[in-house]
């Protein structure tokens, strides 16, 4: 099959190389899938796409004026793809589902325990020869109350960790996890976890129904000096309100892996472009806040499994026309 891979970085180069074993003609690209670069992918039956690429109606519509049957997503999420247009022009829809629930989770716990014990801000200092430990206090993560929104794979692996900790675990998803009784995660509803939880992490999908899902009503229900942890999508936390409760104290601490308007500006070398989004400038602006770009994926074992899994769908797709990751079925 003849593939064209938007959004594919110097670094994964090699691994889909070594996944692909010559069977498909990939064609590497770094720009994004957009309605302007759809055109890049004139005769592929397939593209490839990360979890910033625009796979909007306009933009599958033109990819599908172009012969182009097929898109293998090289993410777990899949909220920039119109599936609805998608299943209307019989294109399909492939995801990578639980390629490292690990690697994400154990992100989240890097930035916690770097945010809360000050581990970046004791590297300036270390740099400049100040060894005053002042603005150095941390907390104990043992004995807090961690609250979990979505515990499917990544939820459940950071809450695994969590216990190890010696938490207390609360856990809101509409769907229960048969694991969560084995390490005492106990359900309860949104306000509650809202209301008990020390540190709140999110894990679960951006779409209709979790878009701003924490916002000002949600934060006003949390305790003084709480820690939110998203590594799931920006959009589930309307960021005005997180710097609005950041700026009057009540939130202690925000870890964070995305934004929600990181399209454009995560994954790309912005050193000689002055930033316009003035809510990023703020939220940077923040001593209490660390922020990754989108980098939760980024391990060795979750590129290879990026990798294995992206060209099995392509192998499936050629074999029978349909992959068992098919997200239009
Ligand atoms: P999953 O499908 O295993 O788990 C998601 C869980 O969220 C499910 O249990 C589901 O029932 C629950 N959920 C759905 N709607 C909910 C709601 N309204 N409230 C509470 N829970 C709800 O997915 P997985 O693999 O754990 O991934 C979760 C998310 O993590 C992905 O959708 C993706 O956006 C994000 N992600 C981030 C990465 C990064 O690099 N930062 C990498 C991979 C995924």
């Given at each position: 099959?003849k593939?064209?891979?938007?959004?594919?970085?110097?670094?994964?180069?090699?691994?889909?190389?070594?996944?692909?074993?010559?069977k498909?003609?990939?064609?590497?690209n770094?720009?994004?899938l957009?309605?302007?670069?759809?055109?890049l992918?004139?005769?592929?039956?397939?593209?490839?796409?990360?979890?910033?690429?625009?796979a909007?109606?306009?933009?599958?519509?033109?990819?599908?004026?172009l012969?182009?049957?097929y898109v293998?997503?090289?993410?777990?999420?899949?909220?920039?793809?119109?599936l609805?247009?998608?299943r209307?022009?019989?294109m399909?829809?492939a995801?990578?589902?639980?390629?490292?629930?690990n690697?994400?989770?154990?992100?989240?716990?890097?930035?916690?325990?770097?945010?809360?014990?000050?581990?970046?801000?004791?590297?300036?200092l270390?740099?400049?020869?100040?060894?005053?430990?002042?603005?150095?206090?941390?907390?104990?993560?043992?004995?807090?109350t961690?609250?979990?929104i979505?515990?499917?794979?990544?939820g459940?692996?950071?809450?695994?960790?969590?216990?190890g900790?010696?938490?207390?675990?609360?856990?809101f998803?509409?769907?229960?996890?048969?694991?969560a009784?084995?390490?005492?995660?106990?359900?309860?509803?949104?306000?509650?976890l809202?209301?008990?939880s020390?540190?709140?992490?999110?894990h679960?999908?951006?779409?209709?129904?979790?878009?701003y899902?924490?916002?000002?009503?949600?934060?006003?229900?949390?305790?003084?000096?709480?820690?939110?942890?998203?590594?799931?999508r920006?959009?589930i936390?309307?960021?005005?309100?997180?710097?609005?409760?950041l700026?009057?104290?009540?939130?202690?601490?925000a870890?964070?892996?995305?934004?929600?308007?990181e399209r454009?500006?995560?994954?790309?070398?912005?050193?000689?472009?002055?930033?316009?989004?003035e809510?990023?400038?703020?939220l940077?602006?923040?001593k209490n806040?660390?922020?990754?770009?989108?980098?939760?994926?980024?391990?060795?074992?979750?590129?290879?499994?990026?990798?294995?899994?992206?060209?099995?769908?392509?192998?499936?797709?050629?074999?029978?026309?349909?992959s068992?990751?098919?997200?239009?079925?």
């Amino acid at each position: 099959m003849k593939v064209f891979c938007y959004s594919l970085k110097p670094f994964e180069r090699p691994i889909m190389v070594q996944a692909n074993h010559c069977k498909h003609e990939l064609i590497f690209n770094e720009q994004s899938l957009s309605l302007d670069s759809a055109v890049l992918a004139e005769g592929c039956e397939a593209v490839s796409i990360f979890s910033n690429d625009d796979a909007s109606g306009e933009v599958l519509k033109a990819l599908h004026k172009l012969g182009v049957s097929y898109v293998a997503l090289r993410s777990a999420g899949y909220n920039h793809v119109d599936l609805t247009t998608a299943r209307r022009l019989n294109m399909r829809v492939a995801n990578v589902p639980a390629y490292s629930p690990n690697a994400i989770a154990e992100h989240a716990v890097a930035l916690l325990l770097a945010l809360n014990r000050r581990i970046v801000e004791s590297q300036w200092l270390m740099q400049m020869q100040d060894f005053r430990l002042d603005t150095l206090t941390g907390f104990n993560i043992h004995g807090k109350t961690v609250g979990i929104i979505g515990t499917g794979q990544i939820g459940m692996a950071f809450a695994k960790i969590m216990h190890g900790f010696g938490t207390h675990l609360l856990g809101f998803d509409p769907q229960q996890n048969p694991q969560a009784a084995t390490i005492g995660l106990t359900y309860v509803g949104l306000e509650e976890l809202l209301r008990q939880s020390d540190i709140i992490s999110i894990h679960c999908p951006l779409n209709e129904h979790t878009q701003y899902m924490i916002d000002e009503p949600q934060f006003v229900l949390m305790k003084e000096g709480v820690y939110i942890v998203n590594t799931a999508r920006g959009g589930i936390v309307r960021t005005s309100a997180l710097i609005r409760h950041l700026a009057a104290g009540k939130v202690g601490g925000a870890c964070l892996d995305v934004y929600e308007r990181e399209r454009g500006l995560f994954f790309f070398d912005h050193r000689h472009t002055i930033l316009q989004d003035e809510e990023f400038i703020r939220l940077r602006s923040f001593k209490n806040v660390l922020i990754t770009g989108h980098q939760g994926f980024l391990t060795a074992e979750a590129l290879r499994n990026i990798a294995d899994t992206t060209i099995k769908n392509l192998d499936a797709w050629e074999r029978q026309g349909r992959s068992p990751n098919d997200l239009t079925d």
